[in-house]
Structures are given as structure tokens and as C-alpha cells.
């Protein structure tokens, strides 16, 4: 039996390095700002977005968006809700292609699961021509609290379940 290896991922644009979890389905180059899928062995371009204001962003979540539709790309308590919310306030926020960190990271679901979650909160499919993206939601830690954007939402531990060291460090910070 051969021991297992680390096997660092690459950019395909650019031969940067890619920055993710083995959990995640998306990573980030570090060089050139784009974001791949990665399954197994396959990697593909995903267009990545970033809602909200990176001059006061401490963390950005990730959200799976098609048209004006959002769903949480990582495990919560409060899908339902973390979704309503971001997805009314999408048109509010400023959107602008990622430059750098905070990165999405922690984008655990795949991007089949959006549509899954639509059917199951009962909610009107997109439009079919609208590309799916992946929009990093810029959070900030201020007063022991997480606040969204806008501070239209304060997030709780539970409100990010995913098992990520980021994360659970970032969420249950002091």
C-alpha cells in the first residue's frame, strides 16, 4: 500500500497556486483572483463575485447566485433565512469581480445544489440563460458580532456549520 501524497493544485491560467480546502468545491488563485471548481481531477472556471465593501470586510461567505436568487455554498442552521436575506439585499450591494482576499472560502455544496434548494424552499426557478455564479458576501466582525453588509443580518456560530477551521475560528472569535 503507497502512502498518500500532497498534490498541490495549480491555476490553469496561470500556474499560480490554488488556495482551498480539500472539502471545497471552489478555489482561488492567489495570483490571478479567478476561481475554479474542483471535483476529483477536473477543474473549471466559476465565475466569482464579491457583494459588499472589502475596505471593512474581515471574511467573505459564499453564496451560489443565479439571477437575483442566492443560496448559502456552506452548511448552516438558517439556509432559509441566510438565503432570503442576502437574496433581497443582492440588488442593494455593490457586485464587482474578486481582486483578492477576503476569498469565499468554505464553498462546501455544490453548485447542483442550488437548484435543489430552490424546489425545496418552494421558491420560483431563475432564469434558465442566467449564468451561475459564486458571490463572496464580505462580513465584518465588529462589537463580538458578524454583520452583513449593510448590517441587514447579525450572524450567529451556528449560521456557518461547515467543519472549516477558518470559519468556526472567525465566527466564535472574541
Not at 500532497?6 to 497556486?17: A, D, E, I, K
Not at 425545496?120 to 458580532?145: I, M, Q, S
Not at 452583513?148 to 450567529?156: G, H, K, N, R, T
Request: hydrophobic share 45%; with cysteine.
Amino acid at each position: 500500500m503507497t502512502a498518500p501524497r500532497f498534490v498541490p493544485l495549480t491555476c490553469p491560467s496561470c500556474s499560480g497556486n490554488l488556495l482551498g480546502r480539500a472539502q471545497d468545491r471552489v478555489a482561488f488563485c492567489t495570483s490571478c483572483a479567478r476561481g475554479y471548481r474542483v471535483d476529483g481531477d477536473a477543474i473549471a472556471a466559476v465565475p466569482v463575485l464579491v457583494a459588499g465593501d472589502a475596505r471593512d470586510a474581515d471574511l467573505a461567505l459564499p453564496f451560489w447566485r443565479r439571477g437575483t436568487l442566492a443560496w448559502p455554498a456552506f452548511t448552516s442552521a438558517r439556509p432559509l433565512l441566510l438565503a432570503r436575506v442576502v437574496s433581497l439585499h443582492l440588488g442593494e450591494w455593490k457586485l464587482a469581480p474578486i481582486e483578492g482576499a477576503p476569498w469565499p472560502l468554505g464553498a462546501r455544496l455544490a453548485p447542483e445544489t442550488f437548484e435543489q434548494a430552490l424546489v425545496f424552499a418552494g421558491l420560483d426557478a431563475p432564469p434558465a440563460g442566467a449564468p451561475l455564479e459564486l458571490v463572496g458576501v464580505e462580513v465584518r466582525h465588529v462589537d463580538r458580532r458578524w454583520h452583513l453588509p449593510d448590517d441587514c443580518a447579525v450572524l450567529y456560530p451556528d449560521d456557518v456549520l461547515e467543519g472549516t477551521s477558518l470559519l468556526e475560528a472567525a465566527l466564535v472569535r472574541p
